[in-house]
C-alpha cells in the first residue's frame, strides 16, 4: 500500500493521522505543501483543494481528513481483501 500525506507545518489535524499510521506500523510518505509549492499543485489535482492533510492511499483520495476518517477507510479497504 503507497500512502502519500498532503501537510501543512504546524496542522495538528495533519500530525494526529501521521501519528496514527506511526502507530499502527503503516509507512508513509509526507509531502509538505508549505516547503514545496509543486506538492501544493498535486494536491489540488488530486483533490481540488489544498487542505491539510489530504491522503492519497493507493489511488484513492481522503481530502482535509482526520484519524478516525482514515482509520474507517483503512479498515474497510483490509475487509474488501
Request: hydrophobic fraction near 35%; charge should be negative; proline fraction near 5%.
Amino acid at each position: 500500500m503507497r500512502i502519500i500525506i498532503y501537510t501543512k507545518t504546524g496542522c495538528p489535524w495533519a500530525r494526529e493521522v501521521m501519528d496514527f499510521l506511526t502507530k499502527r506500523g503503516i509507512v508513509f510518505e509526507e509531502r509538505n505543501m508549505l516547503e514545496h509549492p509543486e506538492y501544493q499543485k498535486e494536491a489540488l489535482d488530486k483533490s481540488g483543494q489544498w487542505k491539510s492533510p489530504t491522503l492519497d492511499i493507493d489511488g484513492h483520495i481522503l481530502p482535509d481528513s482526520d484519524a478516525a476518517q482514515v482509520e474507517e477507510y483503512l479498515d474497510k479497504k483490509v475487509e474488501k481483501n
